[in-house]
């Protein structure tokens, strides 16, 4: 049935509770202590995100005071102590007891379509820069320009919306960033100018650059604790992203394409047009998938921020109603836990507080706890370090391998198939590297460094031959190792940072990783006027986040995020 309502693209209400769901606190079957008497389901997930064992679990039923104990222990570790975190506590563990049902697995497929469009228009636009540079007469090396616009427009969404998104609700940026994407997509593909087409792909890569940290956060806040590093899976739909651009562009580039800067107009080149179109449907397909056939319950974390606290406890015995189970959470127990306000006190936080508290994470104080300890600071500088060298290696090799491949290759047919090959090899990757990274002696580091040092090794084969049938081989095992490297790389890192600073050690690797992927089309274009030079530094930089994974003191196989 279609759940069809304009309003709600902006609209944080939520539609109904369903008190049938709800069950005595005593009911539940919950766990609330170990055989040593601590604390259990908040102090578990702690313990195992800093790697250590949480002993031998007895279940019982789960006390009001029990529930107490776990929040004031949480409390107190983490050092906030407000009515807003002690509820945000209460309802990290009624989503913890409600567990992983139908509602987080159809939230897997649909922010998976933000890390499909994600790639989709990274892949998509690369793909347009040969005939678009001679429809508008462009050189090829001049055309690189629209990979710098779109990753400005991603550097500025991201930013953006990661605010927004804490300051408006996740639900409306949820809905929001797609719809963007896909409506200036199709815009793009009735570009009249050279400048014009730019200027569509920056605000284009608005909506493309919100989609990661929005889709994860609403992703994150749905997961049970225990079973957060399903967030890795999400991977997987980049490289399909990948494999969808590049069909499209083999069925429509070879076949409607002018052959020469000379003849080509738009009347004959309309084979990048059809495939920008057909790009920005899609997005736009995936946008009223979401809209129109899927009920996203506003983040409860969110709604109690805003003092909207009957909103949060719906959307929590929504979730549970959507995988036929129970909870035990009430306004009464949110209450209990966690206080009421005084009549001169603000429950609520307010937009600019909110803004706030987004902001705080890039603050010093949030910085710092990065570098507690010598073993700590260490990761950090060489989590931050992978990031810029793959961002930027990445860029210069994958969002430019059309005109590479075009160079030795005998003709546009021939390009645009050996790059849709390129692309089917990249998926099977990330799925490998699930099972490898529970492989003992190998686990996570092992699994990320074979996978980027293969990489870079093959970055440098591609450039030893002119064989087009060589240069195959070498990008489509490239692609799978890549896409390898990947998985792990997004898994590891928010495993590897503490909770309380996740988000901001997470948030600065990404945001290092977009400023070198914006920097790697300047250096493609000024840095030498050798074609394969551009490779070579993708080669050196892969080897040398080789290098730095190498040296990475920590390996998280076996712990659980929260």
């Known amino acids: 049935m279609v759940d069809f309502n304009f309003k709600d693209l902006f609209s944080n209400k939520q539609r109904r509770a369903f008190p049938e769901v709800v069950v005595p606190l005593a009911s539940s079957n919950a766990t609330t ?6 604390n259990s389901s908040l102090d578990r997930a702690s313990s195992q995100e800093n790697g250590c064992s949480a002993g031998p679990v007895r279940r019982s039923s789960l006390t009001l005071e029990a529930l107490r104990e776990e929040v004031d222990s949480s409390i107190a570790a983490s050092g906030h102590d407000t009515i807003y975190d002690r509820k945000a506590k209460v309802i ?12 987080q697995w159809s939230l897997f497929v649909l922010c998976g379509m933000g890390w499909v469009a994600d790639n989709l228009w990274l ?12 429809e508008f007469g462009v050189s090829e090396n001049a055309s690189r320009f629209a990979t710098c616009a779109l990753f400005v427009g991603l550097i500025v969404g991201a930013s953006f919306w990661g605010i927004a998104s804490d300051a408006i609700g996740r639900r409306p940026a949820f809905n929001c960033t797609l719809f963007i994407c896909g409506t200036f997509g199709l815009a793009a593909g009735g570009g009249s100018s050279w400048v014009g087409v730019c200027a569509l792909y920056a605000c284009l890569g608005l909506g493309v650059g919100g989609n990661l940290p929005v889709d994860a956060a609403v992703f994150l806040e749905c997961l049970p604790p225990d079973s957060a590093n399903i967030l890795s899976g999400l991977a997987t739909w980049w490289s399909i992203g990948t494999l969808i651009a590049s069909m499209l562009a083999w069925a429509f580039i070879p076949n409607f394409s002018c052959e020469t800067y000379a003849t080509c107009d738009k009347s004959n080149n309309w084979g990048w047009r059809y495939l920008v179109l057909s790009l920005g449907a899609i997005t736009f397909c995936m946008f009223l998938s979401r809209f129109l056939f899927f009920t996203l319950y506003e983040s409860p974390k969110f709604l109690v921020s805003r003092g909207r606290q009957d909103e949060a406890v ?3 015995q929504g979730i549970a109603h959507k995988n036929k189970t129970t909870t035990w959470l009430t306004e009464e127990i949110l209450n209990e836990i966690g206080g009421v306000a005084e009549k001169h006190e603000k429950e609520s936080l307010s937009t600019v507080e909110i803004i706030k508290r987004s902001l705080e994470r890039f603050s010093v104080q949030q910085v710092k706890p990065l570098f507690r300890t010598k073993k700590l600071a260490i990761t950090t500088i060489l989590i931050w370090f992978c990031w810029t060298c793959i961002g930027m290696g990445y860029t210069l090799f994958n969002a430019f391998l059309p005109q590479y491949l075009s160079s030795n290759a005998t003709s546009t047919y021939e390009t645009y198939r050996n790059y849709a090959i390129t692309a089917v090899c990249g998926i099977p990757g990330p799925l490998l590297s699930w099972v490898m990274v529970d492989i003992p002696y190998i686990g996570r580091k092992g699994t990320m460094a074979f996978s980027t040092v293969v990489t870079g090794v093959l970055l440098f084969c591609f450039t030893a031959t002119k064989d087009p049938n060589v240069q195959l081989v070498c990008s489509s095992l490239e692609s799978f190792f890549q896409m390898m490297m990947y998985g792990v790389l997004y898994a590891y890192t928010p495993e590897v940072f503490p909770a309380p600073n996740r988000g901001t050690g997470s948030g600065i690797a990404s945001c290092l990783n977009r400023i070198a992927g914006l920097m790697a089309p300047i250096i493609g274009i000024y840095a030498s006027t050798d074609p394969q030079a551009p490779i070579y530094a993708a080669g050196a930089l ?18 659980q995020t929260m």
């Open 33 to 38: 202590t170990k055989d040593d008497g601590s």
């Open 314 to 316: 719906a959307a929590v």
């Open 92 to 103: 990290n563990r009624a989503i913890q007891d409600i567990g992983m049902g139908r509602y």
């Open 123 to 134: 892949q998509g636009v690369a793909l347009t820069l040969t005939p678009v540079s001679m």
């Open 542 to 559: 892969i080897l040398a986040s080789f290098l730095a994974m190498i040296f990475l003191p920590i390996e998280t196989a076996g712990k």
